[in-house]
């Protein structure tokens, strides 16, 4: 974290900075489509993403470890157990206490500064424990279900610090929208990677409709090929997604102008995967898909362009309400 974006925000407690430098290494280090546009936000917004960012990345990790690489200690008990210490260190940090890990000193703070709803964490380490137990979700409602606290509430986190220019419930559906297509497009390029965890993202209804299941979906990825029931699957699924983009795309004019260009970037980086599985004609049972950096770099270049068009003329925004100003008791949903 650069001191410039801390002083910009008005984090000047130093453990209180450290921490906001720890969530933003783990952005560069795992997120780099999102750390990339990211850097298109004003300086002053940049901590508080990379404060939630962080906390889902760590939350994620915990749940993710695949069986044959994990040591001999992270055992599905091991991983229950750490999971629930970061839900009750979470809880205690929301109601004021001290917290003992970096991740959630920043993702507390952020709460507090922009007076985020309790409920949306709640519903995501709800979803996190379901990926200690849920192998497969039979429909796309059950997907939904799931998708829910893994990635809408991501969006909605976001909001309030990214600002709006219409009423923040307005704008509320599509920046959920926006978290289930970027979930849903990483579920689509991981599907042999989340298989070797021994998940399936891909609905089951979905897959039955094109005769496909779970052993077709093993057999080609001990096979390294791709059957054409399991690729029309996989169609129906980018199609379902590229919808689910459609929907996001109507909240960016939502947005503060300052914040467009971020958000409209991360869309198009992301999207920009969809395309890359589509014209490598759906090949993800056996590697991941990417998109080139020549095209990451042109996405970047975009939104640099929009950066300069919004800041033209803006004033800065008033900085977050100190920590100490403001109650820890949320008042109401924030969206």
């Not at 055992?75 to 959630?104: F, K, M």
């Not at 914040?259 to 969809?274: E, F, W």
Request: aromatic content about 6%; glycine content about 6%; some cysteine.
């Amino acid at each position: 974290m650069t001191a410039r974006e801390l002083d910009a925000a008005g984090i000047t407690e130093p453990g209180t900075r450290a921490a906001y430098a720890r969530c933003r290494a783990l952005n560069a280090r795992h997120g780099k489509t999102y750390f990339l546009a990211t850097r298109l936000l004003p300086a002053d917004r940049r901590p508080f993403v990379h404060a939630l960012y962080g906390f889902a990345r760590w939350a994620d990790d915990i749940v993710d470890t695949v069986e044959a690489d994990a040591p001999a200690n992270v055992t599905p008990a091991a991983r229950r157990e750490e999971l629930a210490a970061l839900e009750t260190a979470l809880a205690d940090a929301l109601r004021g206490g001290r917290a003992h890990h970096p991740v959630v000193t920043a993702l507390a703070d952020t709460v507090r500064r922009h007076r985020l709803d309790h409920a949306l964490f709640t519903d995501f380490m709800a979803s996190m424990r379901m990926d200690l137990t849920v192998t497969a979700y039979p429909t796309y409602a059950d997907l939904a279900a799931y998708m829910h606290g893994s990635a809408a509430v991501i969006g909605l986190q976001l909001l309030p610090v990214l600002d709006t220019v219409t009423p923040r419930e307005e704008a509320a559906p599509a920046a959920a929208a926006l978290g289930i297509a970027f979930q849903l497009t990483n579920f689509l390029r991981d599907v042999g990677e989340d298989l070797d965890r021994g998940r399936i993202y891909i609905p089951g209804d979905i897959l039955a409709a094109h005769g496909a299941d779970r052993a077709l979906l093993t057999w080609c990825r001990r096979r390294g090929t791709t059957d054409p029931r399991v690729r029309a699957a996989l169609r129906e699924t980018a199609e379902l997604t590229r919808g689910v983009y459609r929907r996001a795309a109507v909240g960016i004019p939502m947005l503060a102008p300052v914040s467009r260009p971020c958000v409209d970037t991360a869309l198009v980086l992301y999207r920009g995967i969809l395309d890359e599985i589509e014209a490598a004609d759906y090949p993800v049972l056996h590697r991941r898909v990417a998109v080139p950096r020549r095209r990451r770099a042109r996405g970047a270049a975009r939104g640099l362009v929009g950066v300069v068009s919004s800041r033209v003329g803006h004033r800065v925004r008033p900085r977050p309400v100190p920590c100490g100003a403001v109650s820890d008791t949320p008042e109401g949903s924030t969206v």
